[in-house]
């Protein structure tokens, strides 16, 4: 597992910045599409998607923990960074998953639901880059090994 980056000066500003910006958003969602059935449709799309995907490609265990259906061993290519999580299942390669990791995954379990559909592409449009992707920060960017530990205020 290669080191922790240490994250560039005010990075906690731009992250609180993009986690308010984030909530502007969600004002100007129509209500009807957040924590409804109609989100909970596109969760359970999610983790239908994860269920096949880790079926399909895991070679390590298969376990459930916190909620979520872990699926380990899975090839680099067929997610990104240190693992993804889709709906209620959290794809990842051979690194240890962790109780921290676990509550940063559970976070994004948490924001499937209530985004349904709609999560893919708002996370598309939060960018690549952890450190202002609101939802990294909501799941708490040390948790996710973003940033390293004791550097946040957060967490």
Not at 68 to 97: E, H, K, N, Q
Not at 99 to 128: C, D, I, S
């Amino acid at each position: 597992m290669s080191p922790i980056p240490t994250p560039p000066a005010g990075w906690e500003a731009t992250a609180a910045r993009t986690v308010e910006r984030g909530r502007r958003i969600d004002r100007l969602i129509p209500a009807f599409l957040l924590d409804s059935p109609v989100s909970r449709v596109g969760y359970w799309y999610g983790t239908t998607v994860g269920l096949v995907w880790g079926s399909l490609w895991s070679t390590g265990r298969v376990e459930t923990r916190g909620g979520l259906r872990i699926f380990r061993g899975m090839p680099s290519w067929a997610f990104p960074r240190g693992g993804v999580c889709a709906g209620g299942c959290f794809l990842t390669g051979d690194a240890p998953v962790t109780e921290r990791l676990l509550r940063h995954e559970a976070v994004h379990k948490r924001q499937w639901q209530r985004y349904g559909f709609l999560m893919p592409l708002l996370y598309l449009l939060a960018g690549r880059d952890p450190l202002r992707n609101r939802f990294e920060i909501e799941a708490g960017l040390e948790d996710g090994n973003y940033v390293p530990r004791g550097l946040s205020s957060r967490g």
